[in-house]
């Protein structure tokens, strides 16, 4: 059926900010989808606040609008720009949740807008727990027994009836938001009021726990033919209980017969058909091992999280088919992209094993509760491919960047065994390498498999790689067993530990007996018809297919998994490169291993290499492609530290020096660089020795600011103030590696200033400066940024210019390079000099319409920055504002503090942009999910430091006519400083109105709260801002932020004033 | 573990480890691109005389159970395989793979490059190869495959050589087993047909006198040339009684009604191929197995008409008499392994029959 000619202008909504549960992947298939309908000819409008995507580019919709996603504004948006059609289903769970409140507004109706992809119907019944139960005793599938209450007492009811363990999930939230498993009554009723409050139509699925059962998905595709195809299916090795997006998975299926693969085939296919759905849809079932009992968990009736990934597992492009057949096209006249000869209508073969391992952000958090179960905390994902399961489950290991890459942490060994079997029985992000520890140890299979439920055929393989492992041992160095135990994608640095070499060692014996893989091409099709794609994975094979052009070639090395601190802004960034390099008449050739992004899209870069980010994969390429050179600094710290090891192995590194990277992060370097060219630092100094880390910050004087060197996103870093904080802190750490120095440095309070720069080594061009409103001490990722700067005197910002360009110079920066100042009474310091893309550079090159991304990449190839007519200046200031601000996830991360600091936590950013300044705070702080209260109440607790500035703060709001409550000692401070009312509540534990119960109880719109974690992490103050966060209630640690908000609401609303308030006046 | 070569007709040579049974092994040498359906591939008589590379590398994950043989004995000459699973894990696993075939005696050879192999075959076509021993040299294979080639047909050994009945309360249908697999059987069960499975070779006459409501045209192996006879019969019968042909039993129907068939470059054997019904514009996902395929041009001065077509060249997966009610379609509606969203096939059949029987009736 050929394209819908009704329609004329598609209006797309995005998923907005990255959190966990709704990540990259929906920039990917947001980019496919607008792609592919402007292929089709359609004008594309596109909504989506979040600034840091490919999708959100000019080039990729026609017009777009970087506007909070809200009911409001994409009604405002509508009336604009009058769409024929809007697509909902390729923007996550936001889409979806939007496009139902949209119809219920009436708007769609008013302005004859129809809905693509998917009925609202449809939309409803998979996703209202209720109707989808409902439609399944209708069709005759099974789901587990259950029961929909409103009530906490309804469910602990329910579940009195049908026994213990019971699972809890909330209604229209994401990546199971809210929900858990409860072993018992006491659980349960935490688990659902936290629930119940979460979900937006306060609805909660009580159910019988299915945990070990077999947790398969299948990606659907149909059209509105009818037709219906399986992309993919694919196996989580964890079993039902630990979320699918938690759980390491294998795609195709491993351990299901045809039969039982087929049997879900059909349940999936009769399900998308049911829900009548045209497009994508992600299928999850549980499986009984033994038997063919199968249960329905869950239909997800939209692009998903897994479609992203089965697309790159198969090749085959589920959002850009999706989207196609939105506007009606039908999948048997839709060309598979892939072949180019055959038709989307066919299922893929695939004839390798692809394993995605999910990325936990608890390097950072290390307090975090890492127990996995329905709800989901990873932040991102790799992929891997192999020839067989050993090989891409150690492939995939070793793109996590956890520990070195091998498959083995050290500090496990020193664990007991039975601490060892407790962690397995309670499933946490570490639980891969427990396994690998305990088979090391000779725990049987029985025993892992009786307390994990993890099929035999998958701990098999483990063993197996455990086997190998004790087979070559006592043959150090044999070339067989080399060859042998590559096959099973052992690395270099695992072999390397087994016979107690060095890495380079393994690497220099293979190359002299050409131990070398071969790459294999992901076709859709196992070969069976030739294809096009340029999409590669490798093995040690006979054969490789991968041919070499003789064009001139440019590897880009893009950033891996998104983990905090490392977001989708590097791939932004590595995409741009990759089109300037194109631009240019390089072949550009991508390697990277993140499934989630526009990046390892085969059809952004010339080439796609979908390999770990390892020096030993690196140098396979090179030693194939044999290209001119490598470029790391748009791959953030993941291609940066591989810089020095490809470059000792004699590759070229493009762009700025491996010598100035180490010039600007090695400590002793920077501060001599900054030494010479005579600007200010905060003073500090690097310890080697965990005993002289006191006396050092005595020397410097408190407050200072400690963390170790050689990280990113400002993981373990802290604030403190004395000797006994410092003390605390010394204990949390690890030793200190030498290599790696403590950082002590003097804590400047001031304004914080980002400052991106693109230099060829002469010119030094900055296409904007970033200002925050937090002052220093609070993560620049966290804290919220406003372009055009606000309060930086031209002194100051020609101050700024004139460091860059020294700074650049003196480096020779060809490329981009990232400088933070802080502002102190018009001194400038310099923080941090970042010789690479920084967080930043998506952002501002929206706000500023310069690409920086592509100039720079020219400039990595020889381009001068002059002869384009760039000068060493600050380009003019745009008119409008942009506030960048940050979004977190804390609702998925129990036990994470979240009071902003110093160390990054937030996981997206927003983007709110007006001519005028409160506006587009305003804005901002919606698109990041921040709904303003303009009434109520607010709670302040306030640490003693901050008491003097809480008063102007508490006046504020008492004047905005908002009720006041405080914790006794600030209370006091108010009404003795202050003089206004305020209600002093008791502390956590006391019976009556408590802090915790004003809370909990919803009686507050605003929590302010600046107590720090003290001695325990679970202080008062730690719980305060968890109940708040838990509630759904605003908290804000950060008076800065807070002064912010309030002149937003200041700005946007009436205060009541009596006649003669203006007197004094005029 | 013992080398092994696999040795092409035109002396291409590839080597892997020895697995399955000891010995050589010739035959046509096909790949199978299902990630899953060993068992259903190592037994469906289709396969006859096949040498066959699995595309998906780990092969024998799930064991061999009792329930998924397409036929009692497995008619696969060999296996070429990535890694073979030695631990099998599924609640219905009774063997592994490399035991049933030690115990069928059929050898495989393991650790090949088998994306490179289906390469191979994809550029210059399938062809005969042997799998022998690490130690044999190519020019001895290659003599033994020539000795190897005097070849009998095929469907002479996958049909049944005496009658059998299946009771059922419906219709009763003729199957003429050209290597039927158990599954067709099964989908006859499971709309309570009365069976009665012949060899290929029964004449119209004996066919008759068991009083069918319809014929049924069975799957199987091979040139579909080779079976003379069987055309002959099909082309008395489907004047007398509803008929319908699977696989092998779609080409000897084209063959029947004068069309031509012709060997293909590299044959169909997987589960994903798509066909459109060309009625309703609607496409489908089917299982194949086939080396032969019906010429289009040749439907030209027939009384044939194409029902399904492939969706990707457009050739012909279907057929369908214009006056007599018969038809039939290339792929394998039963799927087994894979897809069998068109066993709706087996009811139109039915009601093919039952309609037809009305007809009688009436008459
Ligand atoms: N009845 C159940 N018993 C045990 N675990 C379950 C049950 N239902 C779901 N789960 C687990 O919870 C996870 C999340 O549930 P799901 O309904 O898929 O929510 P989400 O919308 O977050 O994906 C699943 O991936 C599964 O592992
Ligand atoms: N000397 C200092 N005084 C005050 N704040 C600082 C100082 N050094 C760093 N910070 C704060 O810590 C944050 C993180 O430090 P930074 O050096 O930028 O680390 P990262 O590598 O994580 O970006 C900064 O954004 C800033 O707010
Ligand atoms: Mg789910
Ligand atoms: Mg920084």
Same mark, same amino acid.
């Given at each position: ?1066 | ?208 006198? *068991?009083? @069918?409501? !319809?014929?049924?045209? +069975? /799957? ?5 040339? &080779? ?103 290339? *792929?394998? @509606?039963? !799927?087994?392994?894979? +897809? /069998? ?5 087996? &009811? ?16």
């Amino acid at each position: 059926m050929p394209r819908n000619n009704d329609i004329e202008k598609i209006l797309v909504i995005g998923s907005g900010p990255i959190v966990i549960g709704q990540a990259a992947e929906f920039d990917y298939s947001g980019t496919q989808a607008c792609q592919s309908l402007k292929e089709e000819g359609y004008t594309v409008i596109l909504a989506n606040s979040n600034p840091a995507t490919i999708m959100t580019d000019d080039t990729i919709a026609d017009k777009v609008y970087m506007e909070p996603l809200t009911v409001e504004f994409l009604s405002k948006i509508i009336r604009k720009e009058r769409p024929d059609a809007v697509l909902p289903t390729l923007g996550g769970q936001t889409g979806l949740n939007l496009a139902i409140e949209l119809d219920e507004t009436g708007i769609l109706e008013e302005f004859g807008v129809e809905l693509l992809g998917t009925s609202l119907d449809a939309i409803q019944q998979a996703e209202d727990r209720e109707k989808f139960r409902a439609l399944m005793d209708e069709l005759n599938e099974p789901v587990p027994p259950s029961e929909i209450v409103n009530t906490v007492d309804a469910a602990l009811d329910f579940a009195d009836d049908i026994g213990y363990p019971v699972i809890v999930r909330p209604a229209f939230t994401l990546g199971g938001t809210g929900g858990g498993m409860c072993d018992t009554r006491e659980e349960l009723e935490h688990i659902v009021k936290n629930g119940l409050a979460l979900s937006p139509v306060n609805q909660c699925l009580i159910e019988k726990s299915i945990a070990g059962f077999k947790e398969v998905e299948y990606e659907v595709i149909r059209d509105q033919k009818d037709q219906a195809i399986v992309v993919c299916n694919m196996e989580n090795i964890d079993p039902v209980g630990i979320h699918t997006g938690d759980s390491i998975v294998v795609a195709p299926s491993m351990t299901l017969a045809a039969k039982e693969a087929n049997m879900l085939r059909d349940v999936s296919l009769k399900l998308i058909r049911a829900l009548k759905i045209e497009g994508g849809c992600n299928v999850q079932l549980a499986l009984d091992p033994e038997s063919f009992q199968y249960y329905i968990i869950e239909v997800n009736p939209r692009v998903s999280r897994s479609s992203a990934l089965a697309s790159k597992a198969t090749g085959y492009p589920i959002a850009k088919i999706a989207a196609k057949i939105a506007v009606g096209l039908t999948l048997d006249e839709i060309q598979n992209p892939i072949t180019e000869t055959t038709s989307a209508f066919f299922e893929p073969a695939l004839d390798y094993v692809v394993t995605k391992i999910p990325r936990f952000p608890f390097d950072k958090f290390v307090s975090g509760d890492r127990k996995l179960g329905t709800q989901m905390k990873a932040t991102g994902e790799i992929m891997a491919i192999g020839r067989n399961l050993e090989e891409s489950l150690l492939k995939g290991i070793r793109s996590l960047e956890i520990g070195n890459g091998d498959f083995h942490l050290p500090k496990l060994e020193k664990v007991d065994t039975d601490d060892l079997l407790v962690r397995i029985q309670h499933a946490d992000d570490e639980r891969i390498f427990v396994l690998a520890e305990l088979l090391r140890r000779g725990i049987t299979l029985e025993e892992i498999h009786d307390i994990t439920k993890i099929d035999n055929f998958f701990l098999r393989k483990l063993q197996h790689i455990i086997d190998l492992e004790n087979k070559i041992k006592a043959t150090p160095m044999d070339v067989e067993a080399l060859r042998y135990v590559k096959q099973y994608g052992f690395s270099d640095l695992q072999v390397a530990r087994i016979w107690n070499q060095s890495e380079e060692d393994i690497y220099n014996l293979r190359m002299q007996e050409s131990i070398t893989p071969v790459y294999k091409m992901v076709d859709t099709c196992a070969a069976e018809v030739e294809s096009k794609a340029p999409y590669f994975y490798s093995a040690y094979e006979n054969e490789n297919e991968s041919r070499v052009s003789d064009k001139e070639k440019v590897l880009v090395l893009g950033s891996g998994p998104i983990r905090i601190g490392q977001g989708i802004e590097f791939d932004y960034a590595t995409v741009h490169s990759v089109l300037a390099l194109k631009e240019m008449g390089y072949e550009a050739i991508i390697m990277n291993n993140n499934p989630e992004t526009v990046s390892t899209d085969f059809s952004v870069s010339d080439k796609l290499y979908f390999e770990p980010l390892t020096l030993e994969d690196v140098m396979h390429v090179i030693n194939l492609e044999k290209p001119i050179g490598v470029i790391v600094q748009f791959g953030g710290q993941t291609a940066i530290n591989l810089a020095e090891g490809l470059e000792k192995r004699g590759v070229k590194i493009l762009g700025t020096s491996l010598e100035a990277i180490d010039r600007a992060e090695d400590r002793n370097k920077f501060e001599n660089l900054l030494e010479t060219l005579d600007l200010l630092r905060p003073t500090g100094k690097a310890v080697s020795d965990k005993s002289v880390v006191v006396e050092t910050a005595k020397n410097i004087g408190y407050p200072v600011l400690v963390r170790p060197s050689y990280v990113i996103g400002g993981s373990q870093m802290e604030i403190v103030y004395h000797d006994e904080e410092l003390e605390r802190y010394l204990n949390k750490i690890d030793d200190i590696n030498p290599d790696k120095p403590l950082l002590v440095d003097k804590y400047v309070t001031g304004i914080e200033v980002d400052v991106d720069a693109i230099s060829d080594g002469e010119t030094t061009f900055i296409p904007g400066i970033m200002e925050h409103i937090e002052r220093s001490g609070v993560h620049s990722g966290d804290s919220i940024a406003v372009y055009p700067p606000q309060r930086l005197t031209d002194d100051v910002k020609e101050k700024c210019l004139e460091a860059t360009a020294k700074i650049a110079k003196e480096l020779n920066v060809i490329g981009l390079i990232n400088i933070q100042f802080i502002v102190q009474d018009g001194d400038v310091y310099v923080i941090e000099v970042n010789p690479r893309a920084s967080r930043t550079i998506p952002f501002l090159s929206k706000v500023t319409g310069v690409t920086m991304a592509n100039i720079a990449t020219k400039a990595i190839l020889g381009e001068s920055l002059q002869d384009k007519g760039y000068e060493t200046e600050i380009l003019a200031e745009r008119d409008h504002v942009y506030f960048k601000l940050p979004v977190f996830s804390f609702e998925k991360l129990r036990s994470v503090d979240t009071t902003l600091g110093p160390e990054m936590k937030s996981t997206g950013e927003a983007i709110g942009y007006d001519a005028d300044l409160e506006k587009a705070l305003y804005k901002g702080l919606l698109a990041s999910g921040i709904k303003i209260p303009f009434e109520g109440s607010v709670l302040l607790t306030v640490a003693d430091k901050d008491k003097a500035e809480i008063l102007p703060i508490a006046e504020r709001f008492h004047s905005l006519g908002f009720r006041l409550y405080a914790t006794e000692g600030t209370a006091d401070y108010i009404k003795e400083n202050g003089g206004y009312p305020v209600d002093a509540v008791g502390k956590i534990g006391t019976d009556d109105l408590n802090v915790l119960s004003l809370i909990t109880k919803g009686h507050v719109q605003f929590v302010i709260n600046t107590l720090t974690s003290g001695k325990q992490t679970r202080s008062d103050g730690f719980r305060i801002r968890r109940e708040a966060v838990e509630h759904g209630i605003i908290s804000l640690t950060n008076l800065d932020t807070v002064d912010a908000i309030l002149s937003v609401i200041e700005s946007t609303t009436f205060n009541a004033e009596t006649i003669d308030a203006y007197k004094g006046e005029n | 573990m013992s080398k092994r070569q696999l040795i092409l007709a035109d002396g291409k040579v590839f080597t892997g480890d020895a697995f399955g049974a000891e010995g050589k092994t010739a035959g046509n040498l096909i790949f199978f691109t299902g990630v899953t359906g060993y068992q259903e591939v190592l037994s469906d008589p289709n396969y006859f005389g096949n040498i066959a590379v699995m595309t998906y590398p780990t092969i024998g994950n799930y064991g061999i159970n009792r329930d998924d043989f397409e036929s009692s004995i497995p008619f696969l000459n060999g296996m070429i395989v990535k890694e073979v699973a030695q631990y099998p894990s599924n609640f219905r696993n009774e063997e592994t793979l490399d035991e049933f075939l030690k115990q069928h005696d059929i050898p495989g050879i393991l650790g090949i490059d088998t994306r490179e192999v289906t390469r191979y075959i994809r550029e210059n076509g399938s062809q005969e190869a042997i799998i022998v021993d690490g130690h044999v040299s190519v020019e001895d294979a290659l003599a033994q495959l020539k000795e190897n080639e005097l070849e009998q047909i095929p469907v002479h050994t996958t049909s049944v050589s005496k009658p059998y009945i299946v009771p059922g309360e419906g219709e009763r249908v003729v199957v003429i087993d050209l290597g039927m697999k158990h599954s067709i059987l099964q989908e006859l069960m499971k709309r309570q047909l009365h069976v009665t499975v012949v060899p290929y070779d029964y004449s119209v006459e004996s066919i008759l006198r *068991f009083k @069918p409501n !319809g014929v049924l045209l +069975s /799957n199987g192996p091979g040139n579909p040339e &080779d079976v003379k006879g069987t055309i002959e019969t099909v082309k008395e019968l489907m004047k007398e009684v509803p008929v319908f042909g699977i696989g092998l039993g779609h080409q000897v129907f084209a063959l029947a009604n004068g069309a031509r068939t012709e060997k293909m470059k590299v044959g169909h054997y997987g589960m994903n191929y798509p066909v459109k019904e060309v009625k309703t514009d609607k496409s489908w996902i089917t299982t194949q197995s086939r080396q032969y395929k019906v010429d289009q041009s040749s439907l030209v001065q027939t009384d044939l008409e194409v029902t399904y077509v492939s969706v990707n060249d457009g050739t012909v997966e279907g057929l369908a008499h214009t006056s007599y009610p018969a038809f039939s379609v290339q *792929f394998n @509606p039963e !799927g087994a392994p894979g +897809s /069998n969203e068109t066993n709706y096939l087996f &009811d139109q059949f039915t009601e093919l029959m039952q309609q037809n029987k009305n007809n009688g009736d009436e008459k």
